[in-house]
Antibody
Framework: EVQLVESGGGLVKPGGSLRLSCAAS????????MSWVRQAPGKGLEWVGR??????????EYSTAVEGRFTISRDDSKESLYLQMNSLKTEDTAVYYC??????????WGQGTLVTVS | EIVLTQSPATLSLSPGERATLSCRAS??????LAWYQQRPGQAPRLLIY???NRATGIPARFSGSGSGTDFTLTIDSLEPEDFAVYYC??????????FGGGTKVEIK
């Protein structure tokens, strides 16, 4: 069974930093492109960024809303994904989902972790 | 950037009825479109990919169709657990993942 378990969310002041983690199991993590998708309270889904496999160069891509402030990384030995968020803004308040990509669609989702910037 | 517009915003139906949800792209996306279901308090889950292919474990009452700019998600005979918000998503070159604004299917 595929499991993606996010942690690290919480309350942070504007301008602050937070690091989210995602523990993965049930699939071959080092073969998976991984993404972060967020959802502001009562709003729709917004792609944040992705990291490709190390075999594909470990390339990262980000939405324009977070480019330069957020950094995605992965540790295949720990089957973990990370999202380092700096210079946080109130508009970054959202539930952050860790997710796997397959064929450029989101195949598996974690349950999400809430980040509140206030 | 391709924009996905979903309609209606809210669909009020009774259990057992058929739901027809629309997703329109601002320009052609071929058949590269997915649908997701999000139940209250839960994470989204993939229902349909490449316009008409059901994801693993998705019941046959869910079907997708369309190509180019107009897509439809049909739910035959709504079950109580189908009342949820549905999102379409396109895979593009940039940004890689684009979602529509969602359609809420609520109990009438």
């Amino acid at each position: 069974e595929v499991q993606l378990v996010e942690s690290g969310g919480g309350l942070v002041k504007p301008g602050g930093s937070l690091r989210l983690s995602c523990a993965a199991s049930g699939f071959t993590f080092d073969y998976a492109w991984m993404s972060w998708v967020r959802q502001a309270p009562g709003k729709g889904l917004e792609w944040v960024g992705r990291i490709k496999t190390n075999a594909a160069g470990g390339t990262t891509e980000y939405s324009t809303a977070v480019e330069g402030r957020f950094t995605i990384s992965r540790d295949d030995s720990k089957e973990s994904l990370y999202l380092q968020m700096n210079s946080l803004k109130t508009e970054d308040t959202a539930v952050y989902y860790c997710a796997t990509e397959s064929g450029f669609y989101v195949k598996w989702w974690g349950q999400g972790t809430l980040v509140t910037v206030s | 950037e391709i924009v996905l517009t979903q309609s209606p915003a809210t669909l009020s139906l009774s259990p057992g009825e058929r739901a027809t949800l629309s997703c329109r792209a601002s320009r052609s996306v071929d058949s590269y479109l997915a649908w997701y279901q999000q139940r209250p308090g839960q994470a989204p889950r993939l229902l349909i990919y490449d316009s008409s292919n059901r994801a693993t474990g998705i019941p046959a009452r869910f079907s997708g169709s369309g190509s180019g700019t107009d897509f439809t998600l049909t739910i035959d005979s709504l079950e109580p657990e189908d009342f949820a918000v549905y999102y379409c998503q396109h895979r593009t070159t940039w940004p890689p993942l684009t979602f529509g604004g969602g359609t809420k299917v609520e109990i009438k």
